[in-house]
């Protein structure tokens, strides 16, 4: 059930931000659905393929956005698990994602050009200092919560009567702070890349995806869009309450989605990005935050 | 009593090119290399051209202090294997245009540090020295590594390449080639022989600055015809000189908000931008000012409407203006990209020669409308606007002191609007063996042109040197010891043309 409501939030969710920056800026911006129109656009289209690229850079796109597809049946929806659910399931997650990467990598080194090196070496630098912020959060939730599969954390987390709602849910929003930065991380965003730019010197995730073009162009935007629609998800897992009524945890998903884009048209519009070599500190910064939780989980079960 | 090596002139003087005299290559270089000995002095323009049958060398130094621009000269053979002493040897501020004299004509220089070509014109002296075969700058090691950009630019701006080296991220090395845009401006000049033809290749050598390339060919053809520009046209160029600053300075804090992601700040400048640009459509039908600016006739009344409309803008331009600056001034996100990126030192401009903004940001006071000013500048005292720091911060500060500084100059000048003369009829003609040099300070910085005529009054060298021809080399230092990816900032924030380079 959460994979609709994924695909569903993935339709709108750039156009959101998008929208949210054409505010900022004084001007109307387009339409909501403009990205997903864009999208199919180009999924109808074919690809040109450079003669200097091997086979890894025409499957690379489908490897990226079937691994981000498989990782979002991963997410449960408050008591309801993933489609796909198992103990110590968020490692895979996790590493599902960076698979996904690690292809889009090496596609980018495939094609040969100086830039896109650029862009892969920084990518995978990136990723590599934000994993132990995802893992540290999610290892503290599951201490947390005594489970190690992303359904039972979530669920324990409200559903069980040990701990403090207040804990918890303060608990949550640290989490939430180092999901929501994951996903501007993860997507290449304003303060960590700009995906608006057109100079290939200063882009991450942009310069990497240069050379694709058409049908393959499409799938990767698409991934990106779903990605963060992935993260939103996560986010929305940390605060959904105790309740029989469904109903109520589908607005309160769509309502953290929306505000996670608006956050993110938000950042993108009243900050400047950060210098390239500042990057890892602000993604270590992460770690530290994580570490937080993790203390914070120490003190709530008396570790400490 | 001693013969004497030079001639003095003002600003937009014409004289008798014969009366400049010659000396010996040697005698040239000792006393040019003399005057440069002097902070105050600095060569505006260095240039050679055949003349009765041999190269003649024309060495333009400004001093600063006294108006005064000092013209020496020198006859040398082409065509020989004689093995000239450069000047650049001694001050390399000249290196360019002796790279471009090497290139055009091919002299041999025994101690030149680096004669790489210029910008390939299709009549130069080695046809057989191509882009295509030109030998980059390089390093083998195993650690660096090379990145080329361009020479077509990712926004599709102009043609240029960059050649980086770098140790990860950071650059040890640029080197720019430009040349891709070579038109063969200074040439079309002497084959077209029309007024009207020449006055629109001067407003279309750098599209970006139409007024300062305008005002200093008018300014040339009216001094060569002995012409002494009235109030009312002085009053056009200076108006359009300052208003072509604040349009250019707003769309660059656009552009160098755009290049560190600061959204809000590129979408406002850029909104500000529209009503100065379109009050020059209100003047004379072209946003870019093309049309405005044409020598001895004013073809653009500026009625009292085009005064309060003037007005209107500018006093909704400035609140707006304020605001923005100082909420850019203040987000300290912004702040950190710029402080300490893509510094140039005082020494380094002073010895590479930079001219307007890259030198006043280093400390180095090169603005003409105070050192040798022409229009209505003499009116008044111009302050130049004086950073240290050298740094992109330093350089988006003088855009906006400068930009307030237009304002207040614009609003002063427009308390008195002069009468308009209606001239069409006269059409003199240049003077016959005539040497002329305008100096103009574009929103970029310093232009230079020079024109010669013949015995019958016919242009037989005309030379440009937009302020970018010295600024290359700016940018190529400021990046070194940065990161490859705050490449497009400090670009940004020279903002140097290509065009007026590549002419």
């Known amino acids: ?304 | 009593m001693m013969m004497r090596k030079y001639i003095t002139i003002q600003n937009n003087e014409t004289i008798d090119f014969r009366t400049i005299p010659s000396l010996e290559y040697k005698e040239f270089l000792e006393t040019n290399i003399l005057f440069l000995k002097d902070v105050n002095n600095h060569c505006v323009n260095y240039f050679g051209f055949p003349y009765a049958g041999k190269l003649k060398l024309v060495c333009c130094i400004a001093n600063d202090s006294k108006a005064r621009i000092k013209l020496t000269c020198a006859d040398i053979n082409i065509g020989t294997n004689d093995v000239y002493p450069s000047l650049s040897a001694h001050n390399l501020a000249l290196n360019i245009f002796e790279r471009e004299l090497s290139e055009n004509f091919g002299i041999k220089y025994s101690d030149h540090p680096w004669l790489k070509p210029v910008r390939y014109p299709v009549d130069r002296f080695d046809k057989s020295s191509q882009i295509s075969n030109y030998p980059f700058y390089q390093i083998e090691s195993e650690e660096l590594h090379e990145v080329g950009v361009g020479p077509i630019h990712a926004g599709i701006i102009e043609p240029g390449h960059f050649r980086f080296i770098c140790k990860g991220e950071q650059i040890l090395h640029l080197e720019i080639q430009l040349g891709y845009q070579h038109r063969g401006i200074e040439k079309l000049f002497l084959e077209k022989n029309k007024l009207l033809q020449r006055v629109i290749l001067a407003e279309s050598i750098a599209g970006d600055t139409t007024v300062g390339h305008a005002s200093a060919f008018a300014n040339i053809w009216e001094s060569l015809c002995g012409f002494e520009p009235d109030e009312e046209l002085r009053f056009v160029r200076t108006i359009a000189l300052e208003l072509e600053r604040i349009a250019i300075h707003t769309g660059d804090l656009s552009a160098i908000c755009g290049d560190v992601a600061y959204q809000l700040g590129s979408s406002v400048f850029s909104r500000l931008r529209t009503p100065v640009i379109n009050f020059f459509q209100a003047w004379c039908g072209n946003r870019l000012a093309k049309g405005l600016i044409r020598p001895i006739v004013n073809n653009y009344i500026f009625t009292s409407e085009l005064r309060k409309l003037l007005l209107k803008i500018l006093d909704e331009y400035e609140p707006d203006f304020n605001e923005m600056i100082k909420k850019l001034f203040h987000n300290p996100g912004c702040l950190v990209r710029f402080e300490k990126t893509g510094v140039v030192s005082y020494g380094q401009a002073l010895k590479i020669g930079a001219v307007g903004m890259t030198a006043k940001a280093s400390g180095l006071n090169r603005d003409i409308r105070l050192s040798h000013p022409s229009d209505l500048y003499k009116n008044f005292v111009h302050q130049p606007v004086i950073k240290h720091h050298g740094d992109v911060f330093s350089r988006t500060q003088i855009r906006r002191e400068e930009i307030l500084q237009s304002i207040a100059y614009i609003r002063s000048i427009l308390e008195k609007i002069p009468p308009h003369q209606n001239r069409k009829e006269i059409s003199p003609k240049p003077r016959e063996n005539a040497f002329t040099i305008s100096l103009v300070e574009g929103w970029r910085g310093e232009i230079c042109h020079c024109a010669v005529t013949n015995e019958l009054g016919e242009l037989i060298n005309y030379k440009v040197k937009d302020p970018s021809f010295h600024n290359w080399l700016a940018l190529a230092l400021a990046v070194r010891r940065n990161g490859i990816s705050d490449f497009p900032i400090c670009n940004k924030s020279f903002n140097l043309s290509y065009c007026g380079f590549d002419l």
């Open chain 1, 1 to 304: 059930m959460n994979i609709i409501f994924i695909l569903i939030v993935s339709l709108f969710f750039t156009g959101l931000v998008n929208r949210t920056k054409s505010i900022f800026s004084g001007r109307k911006g387009p339409g909501i659905l403009q990205p997903i129109k864009d999208i199919v656009r180009l999924l109808k289209k074919g690809s040109v393929y450079s003669s200097a690229s091997s086979f890894i850079f025409q499957i690379a796109p489908a490897v990226y956005f079937s691994t981000v597809f498989i990782a979002a049946l991963f997410i449960p929806f408050g008591e309801n698990p993933g489609l796909i659910s198992f103990q110590f399931d968020f490692v895979l997650f996790a590493y599902l994602l960076a698979l996904g990467k690690f292809f889009n990598v090496i596609s980018a080194l495939d094609t040969g050009s100086s830039f896109e090196g650029m862009g892969a070496s920084r990518e995978v630098l990136y990723s590599m200092l934000a994993e132990p912020a995802f893992f540290i959060t999610i290892g503290s939730l599951g201490l947390l919560s005594g489970y190690s599969s992303f359904s039972r954390i979530f669920s324990s987390i409200h559903y069980s009567a040990s701990g403090s709602p207040v804990i918890a849910y303060s608990l949550g929003i640290l989490a939430s702070i180092v999901f929501l930065f994951l996903g501007l991380i993860e997507n290449s965003r304003v303060p960590v890349d700009d995906p608006k730019t057109h100079l290939e010197l200063t882009m991450i995730h942009e310069v990497m995806i240069l050379d694709n073009s058409g049908f393959d162009l499409g799938l990767i935007l698409y991934t990106g869009i779903l990605k963060f629609a992935l993260y939103g998800a996560l986010i929305a897992n940390l605060f959904f309450l105790n309740t029989a009524y469904i109903i109520i945890n589908v607005l309160i998903f769509f309502s953290f989605q929306i505000l996670f884009a608006l956050t993110v048209g938000l950042v993108e519009s009243l900050m400047a990005r950060f210098r390239m070599n500042q990057n890892p500190q602000v993604i270590l910064m992460l770690s530290s935050v994580s570490l937080l939780i993790f203390l914070g989980v120490m003190i709530i079960t008396g570790k400490i």
